[in-house]
């Protein structure tokens, strides 16, 4: 990794200038993988970014911005539909990126998108190659490739995307964003699912064919091709056994030659529209500059090469304000303290142990309702058993990192042993010397096997991204920190706040959230509260949180990120107020009825509260939906009773 960091970083550190090329001899062949990121690194450099935020509500307006990109300037564009999720990762992106302007962009003349599928194909490709061509030139595919191979500016990946599906708006951005081919094919199934061997080989298919069909080689690392990604509705896993069943990860399965040798890296876009732009636009423009490391393993072999206290030293030395939580503090005391406020870090790496619906720490068993919030979005590295086994479920570990924004994690989609992942700290350098994130968390050889990669296959930690002074080429555009002087003044304030959090301004957005509370409650409602309490939260304001919690709507109660939020800023006060404690009683999270459950019947114990907590175990007992919360809770009422029945 030192070569890797020489040759293609000359030891470059986070928020350095550029490095200029060395002159001498010619440096020895890189391995494929830093190859690859060699040449990312070396496109990424030439790219200027204006220093603003689109925002748009539909796939016309959508397309529009992206095909007003040019080859080397761009600026991010992210889709809000008015969801809490859309909302959500608007906010994060824009807290990470910090631009100058956001702004909303509906122009009235936006063609729809049509619905017959061949024209809507042709208005996908459209984009991409306006956005990296001069508009109009050229007209299909082949052509968009042989002028992009004329510059030697072709990029080294393939797209794989369904035109009916929710994921193509983060393929046609990948796609124009780093100059890679679109394919198009149907979405084969939920995220959760399990591909049969016959729907990946077709996949696969298609990917060798559509190289083919442009005249582009594929067979190896360092050919035309070196990525795919799969930007449609598609399991995570591919069941290989039925009895016992056996699982393969799908973008582990997927790139390989018929011998099994790689020839691409593999990542999964998942979510609807908003999301799947927001992990597009995370990877094509946020680097991380701070990392957050927690290692719940015991010192000795075989753990100590995964040691969270050496990857920290090796982001430390790349300049990341790097947080690690070690021996000692590596219990769910120290976990969950560190979560009562959002986690601001653009990279995390966990190493623990358990299956896909708990983490186990040293000591302490957490759950997925556990799993942080975030300020900015992060690549994730998750080494633990099962975390990925249902990533569209936020049952596990894994669909609630995803749920909570993670832009690039790796997972395991089933007990793939400690041997199957790649120790902590070599992941965290090599991205810190430029591999793109599916390579790093990859071994450089050996079958495929059960760690799934979600995201852009070829999102990187370097370089930082450059700014340009450009004019953003767009017309008729608001800016939304115009647009709250006048939502304030006639007192729309759920949209106000909306503006606010969509700003990244959270402590302005909690001041007049707090303002309200205080001096005009009636005006506090549950559309108020629904835009107040995700920047309450990211402004570290438990107690006005849980105010905010209660002037909710029934429906928005259940919204999991906003129970999460509750759960998180409540322990903050859980064992010293029994108000909070009454609150959470009546907010226990479904999909984890157990865990909280026997964390507030400790927290009543604690208040000489014995018999209102074993209540509640057995009032959650009644409820709990799956065998290992029933015998949690039965263990733990047990206790309580003293081993009385």
């Not at 599906?165 to 198009?184: E, H, S």
């Not at 919204?559 to 226990?588: C, I, K, N, Q």
Request: aromatic share 8%; glycine share 8%; proline share 8%.
């Amino acid at each position: 990794m030192a070569t890797l960091a020489t040759i293609a970083c000359g030891g470059w550190a986070y928020g350095q200038d550029l490095p200029a090329l060395p002159i001498g001899p010619p440096a020895p062949p890189l391995p494929p993988a830093a190859e690859l990121g060699r040449r990312l690194f070396e496109t990424d450099a030439q790219v200027r970014a204006l220093s603003v935020v689109v925002i748009v509500t539909g796939p016309a307006a959508y397309l529009d911005a992206i095909a007003a990109w040019e080859r080397e300037l761009r600026f991010p564009v992210l889709w809000d539909d008015g969801s809490v999720q859309a909302r959500a990762d608007i906010a994060r992106f824009v807290h990470a990126f910090q631009p100058a302007r956001v702004v909303r962009y509906e122009p009235a003349d936006a063609i729809a998108l049509p619905d017959e599928s061949g024209a809507r194909i042709a208005r996908l490709e459209r984009a991409v190659f306006d956005a990296t061509l001069e508009p109009g030139s050229v007209t299909s595919t082949q052509q968009w490739v042989d002028a992009l191979r004329a510059d030697d500016a072709l990029g080294p990946g393939i797209i794989i995307t369904d035109p009916a599906g929710a994921q193509w708006p983060g393929g046609v951005a990948l796609a124009a964003g780093r100059r890679q081919i679109l394919a198009f094919a149907p979405s084969p199934g939920r995220l959760s699912a399990a591909l049969s061997p016959d729907q990946a080989s077709a996949l696969e298919r298609l990917a060798r064919e559509m190289a083919e069909g442009l005249e582009l080689t594929w067979s190896g690392m360092g050919d035309h091709v070196d990525a795919i990604t799969i930007a449609l509705d598609c399991p995570s896993k591919i069941r290989t056994r039925d009895d016992p069943p056996d699982f393969l990860a799908t973008t582990d399965v997927l790139g390989r030659t018929d011998t099994g040798v790689r020839w691409a890296y593999v990542g999964q876009l998942s979510g609807n529209e908003p999301r799947s732009t927001y992990l597009a636009m995370s990877s094509l423009f946020l680097r991380p500059k701070a990392a957050w490391v927690f290692d719940g393993y015991e010192p000795g072999e075989p753990w100590s090469a995964f040691d969270g206290t050496e990857a920290a030293n090796a982001l430390t030395d790349a300049g990341l304000v790097t947080t690690v939580f070690d021996e000692p503090r590596q219990g769910l005391e120290h976990w969950r303290a560190a979560c009562v406020r959002a986690i601001d870090a653009g990279l995390l790496a966990v190493n623990t142990m358990g299956n896909g619906d708990f983490f186990r720490l040293r000591p302490g068993e957490g759950a997925p309702g556990d799993m942080p919030i975030f300020a900015s979005p992060p690549m994730v590295y998750f080494v633990h058993s099962f975390s990925a086994t249902r990533p569209g479920n936020l049952d596990t570990v894994g669909g609630r990192l995803l749920d909570h924004g993670a832009y690039a994690y790796a997972g395991s989609v089933q007990e793939p042993t400690l041997a199957g992942f790649v120790p902590t700290p070599l992941v965290m350098r090599r991205l810190m010397v430029g591999l793109p994130f599916a390579a790093a968390v990859r071994s450089d050889d050996g079958p495929a096997w059960k760690i799934a990669t979600f995201g852009d296959p070829l999102a990187t930690a370097i370089p930082p991204v450059r700014f340009a002074e450009d004019p953003l080429p767009l017309q008729g555009v608001v800016d939304l920190g115009e647009e709250i002087k006048t939502l304030v003044g006639e007192r729309r304030f759920s949209e106000a706040l909306a503006c606010l959090s969509m700003l990244a301004r959270n402590d302005d957005a909690s001041r007049l959230a707090a303002a309200l509370l205080r001096d005009q409650p009636r005006s506090f409602d549950a559309k108020v509260a629904r835009e107040a309490l995700l920047p309450l939260f990211l402004s570290g304001k438990p107690d006005d949180v849980l105010a905010c919690f209660r002037r909710l709507s029934l429906r928005d109660q259940k919204e999991p990120v906003f129970l999460d939020a509750l759960w998180h800023a409540g322990r903050l006060r859980l064992y010293a107020d029994t108000t909070v404690t009454s609150m959470l009683s009546g907010h226990l999270r479904e999909d984890q009825l157990g865990p909280d459950a026997i964390e507030l019947a400790h927290a009543l114990a604690h208040q000489n509260q014995p018999q209102a907590a074993v209540g509640l175990l057995q009032s959650a007992r009644n409820k709990a939906r799956n065998e290992r919360d029933r015998r949690q809770l039965d263990r733990e009422i047990e206790r309580l009773l003293g081993g009385r029945p």
